[in-house]
């Protein structure tokens, strides 16, 4: 993996239902930046705007990081990436980017990424609460035709209320 000093912005495409991801989200914007990093929930519309061919990546399993030159980078070297955005980390990106240590780093990153939402509930509760505040507060979908339940289905949890 190569890091390249000249790499002007970095896209990253995070869970933004994840109090794990979120929180590494806000660490990372108060950071100082070596090149500007934009992020997106990867759930959201501006996501596939900006990136339409995000999904065939499968973003929900592990991060993605687009790079101004156009690579494209998941798991521990999309964790790499965002490390090398900012001016205090570079050098363990740098460390970490080597073929040595990076088979290592992407161990970690599967291990964290198959246990996100359990960790996040654990660690990040106060995230994960926050999260579910926001979504609750956003303004429903006015269907005209079928939001409803099917009427099967509404007759069955008739009859099993009766």
């Not at 989200?25 to 959201?44: D, L």
């Not at 900012?86 to 460390?95: D, F, H, I, N, T």
Request: glycine fraction near 6%; proline fraction near 4%; aromatic fraction near 10%.
């Amino acid at each position: 993996m190569k890091l390249d000093e000249e790499v002007e912005w970095v896209e990253v495409y995070y869970d933004g239902k994840c109090g794990m991801c979120c929180t590494f989200h806000e660490w990372i914007n108060a950071q100082e930046r070596a090149n500007e990093i934009r992020f997106f929930p990867y759930q959201g519309v501006e996501a596939q705007q900006h990136f339409p061919e995000l999904h065939s990546l499968d973003p929900a399993r592990e991060m993605v990081v687009r790079t101004a030159n156009g690579g494209i980078y998941r798991a521990a070297e999309a964790w790499v990436w965002c490390l090398w955005s900012c001016v205090k980390y570079r050098g363990l990106a740098e460390k970490f980017s080597h073929p040595r240590l990076l088979p290592q780093v992407q161990k970690l990153c599967h291990l964290l990424a198959a246990n996100r939402i359990t960790l996040s509930k654990v660690f990040f509760r106060g995230k994960m609460k926050q999260v579910t505040e926001q979504l609750h507060q956003m303004p429903g979908i006015d269907c005209a035709e079928g939001c409803a339940l099917p009427q099967t289905i509404d007759n069955e949890r008739e009859q099993k209320d009766v």
